[in-house]
């Protein structure tokens, strides 16, 4: 299913009844063309043959009426798209989703909040956004029991925190979505319905619109419980619209899976309702010209989203020059763009172009594309001509000279290939229209095909440990691991999207990029390493010893009462640690965190095994897991001998995920998590995966320890062994 109206041509076929090419509009997101068959463009033999512009206008007279018959049938009222609150969404060409963990939205070191500099990005690097979805959810959620509505109030400062971001977004005229999904029903029960709970939210922090994650289409009931705090918000569905109906409400939506065909397609919200703004969203994209050729062809937005999941899909420069154009012209004519007379398919005069025609008062705005692999030139357009009317080429920042001929102005300007055009005819004068054109004329110096197209991920770095004094035993508690000059390190990351593509998952010093799977024979010096993960009780003992109280308390050792250990907790793993938490308590008892090599090397030995004690899971060697929404307290260390690994190692899999390296990249921080947990979170498979194997590890995003904190990560620390 998809949400476009395939176009019009194929001409070998013949024409079809109008009631057979629009009998599955009702049940699909799709709306066939005039003579075109379902199931088209998956295979483009012939594709030269169709004749688009020989039938648009029987087409698009057929799609009228459909339209008509089709909003009459779902009682459509238009009046959200005319509400003066809800305006907005019709000027939010440039929308993205940003992550938290993002190092230019979230500076970690000062502890705040840096909204002006990610903006400064973007502006820099495409032309700026009109709003982004703060997105602090998925996917660390289901790492502990926090449900969606609690990993707000951890975002660093709190809601109080979030409200000052979204102040900071306001003072630059971007507007602020926050996300709410229907899946997350494993962890700890809200108390109230998702809509009242987000609207709550929206209304504590000011936020503007929800974007409903995996909804095809946004239910009333968030609309409705929004309405009645006195917050009207942007509904918008990040999966297309399946119902109509939905449209009257849904003032927004994001779109997808566009083909890249000879003819492009036409979006069928757009069609349905011109004022609709869809963001269409290809967050995997490499090449984004398809998606940004339908964007301008249709006259729809764009979600340039570069940061999915702390992977790093940045726009090649030729696609930011593109959309950052794109925008300027938007933004310039944002009446026009959203026009209820929009015609897709206005006519042209060269093979391989397109056009769609938005008019205005006054002011006529052709939108066009080249689908074809060379310059286009000379007459590209022949329209109705007006005394007194101008016209510009908007793309290219110059006056047109139209030959006229016949009452029609005939114009002539250049495509580049794969490339963009667009014409302004207008009679009198047009607010700001001289600054935009000189804009205009100044990007255009710098031709689209002159820009790069390639795309590369973006380098990490490996945090780096300092060591520690060499010990010649073993300190108490601690079990020695002897060197090894061939270790094979072999383990992959388990993140639950990102394929095997380049970027996704971590990269070793020794490899060229981030990958998903990794293998290196090492040699690993001996170290000691503490046979069980670092108890409550000995934690207690650092603090006491230091009276360490960190910068970020929020969560901190939260499962403590009275500043001490609860009755019965002092010999589980602590939890509720930052990683700079369990680094403080490493240095100050003449330890380290463990490289993740090590940890993988004390609980696999050298023999390759699957497990600690072995190749097959033994359930009696972890504690049982925890599938109910509230999580329960871990096990006590030392209560599953079972589950040693070689060297005596315990407590290693299944009890409590365990800090070791920290990675990081210009935009993201991450954490190497091993070992797994009892928790494991039901109901969804976007939940936090767990890792119980030892070539298998856990990537866990970093903000801030306000977030970072969770109730099954603890740790163990290693000290460096003499020669």
Known sequence: MTDHILPPGDEERGALKTEFRFSHVTTGRYLPTPGKMPGWPFADIGAWKMDAKGTADDWLRELS???????????????????PELLWSQRNFVHVQMMVEDRY???AQKGEYTVDRYLDDLEARFGGVDSVLIWYVYPNIGVDDRNQTDLAHDLPGGLAGLKGAVDAFHKRGVKVFLPTKPWDNGTRPQGQRDWHAIAEIIKAVGADGINGDTYNGVPRAFFDACDELGCPVVLQPESTISSEEQLIWNVQSWGKKVPDSPIPTVAKWKWLEPRHMINYENRWGRDRTADLQYIFFNGVGYNAWEN???????????????????????????????SMDWRPYAPTLQAGVFASRFPGEGQVLWTLVNRAESTIEGEQLAVEHVEGTRYFDAWNGVELAPRIVGGQAILSFALEPRGYGAVLAARGEVSGLNDYLARAAGWAKTPLQSLS???????????????????????????SIPAIDDFDFVVGGIEVEGFNWDGVDVQY?????????????????AFYIDTHPVTNAQFKQFVDATGYTPRDAHNFLRHWVGGKPAEGWSDKPVTWVSLEDARAYAQWAGKRLPREWEWQYAAQGSDGRLYPWGNTWDAQAVPAPDRGRTMRAPADI???????????VQDLVGNV??????????????????GGS????????????????NDQHGKYLLMAPAKDRSGTIGFRCVVDASE
């Open 308 to 338: 999915i999941w702390g992977i790093w899909n940045q726009f090649t420069p030729r696609d930011a020059e593109t959309l950052r154009r794109i925008a300027a012209l938007y933004r310039q004519f944002p009446s026009l763009v959203v």
């Open 657 to 674: 995920w365990q800090w070791t390296d920290e990675y990081e990249d210009e935009h993201t921080r991450a954490a190497i998590l091993r």
């Open 678 to 693: 009892s928790y494991q979170a039901q109901t969804s498979h976007w939940y936090f995966p767990q890792a119980y194997r």
């Open 65 to 83: 009426d459909w339209r008509r018959e089709h909003l009459i049938r779902i009682g459509y009222d238009d009046a959200n798209y005319r509400r």
């Open 638 to 648: 030392g209560a599953h001998p079972r589950g040693a690994s070689p060297f005596g």
């Open 509 to 525: 010093p020794w490899e060229s990029s981030p990958r998903r799977g990794h293998r290196r024979r090492l040699a690993i010096p």
């Open 105 to 107: 939205f979230y500076d």
């Open 453 to 479: 197209p390639e795309w590369h991920s973006l380098k990490q770095r490996l945090v780096e440990i300092p060591s520690t004094a060499p010990q010649a035993a073993a300190p108490a508690g601690m079990t």
